[in-house]
Nanobody
Framework: QVQLVESGGGSVQAGGSLRLSCAAS????????MAWFRQAPGKEREGVAT????????NYADSVKGRFTISQDSAKNTLYLQMNSLRPEDSAMYYC???????????????????WGQGTQVTVSS
């Protein structure tokens, strides 16, 4: 089992920046990919960015390309999401996820992931 705890959410004005963190514990050696998903009120959860922890390959949703960066600190078992040029439509609960299944784990697909954090709220005002 892997436990994930997010932090770093908050309120920011449009154009601002935030950095989310996700601390992983437990069987972290079993993780192939980690990801950030988000869910706004009344909307489905959607993939934001994924990271293959071995080689560092990443994948981003079109809506965040060029603005968000996913990264990791392997020594600290921590995943990050640097969010720049934030927009009101980025407002959502952001969830960290991990998977011990390698197949297509870079896909921005909920069904690829089997460990989830509780989420951290991001609110962007115009």
């Amino acid at each position: 089992q892997v436990q994930l705890v997010e932090s770093g959410g908050g309120s920011v004005q449009a154009g601002g920046s935030l950095r989310l963190s996700c601390a992983a514990s437990g069987n972290t050696y079993s993780i192939y990919c980690m990801a950030w998903f988000r869910q706004a009120p009344g909307k489905e959860r959607e993939g934001v960015a994924t990271l293959y922890t071995g080689a560092g390959n990443s994948n981003y949703a079109d809506s965040v390309k060029g603005r968000f960066t996913i990264s990791q600190d392997s020594a600290k078992n921590t995943l990050y999401l640097q969010m720049n040029s934030l927009r009101p439509e980025d407002s959502a609960m952001y969830y960290c996820a991990a998977t011990d299944r390698l197949q297509q784990c870079l896909q921005l697909a909920i069904e690829r992931y089997n460990s989830w954090g509780q989420g951290t709220q991001v609110t962007v005002s115009s």
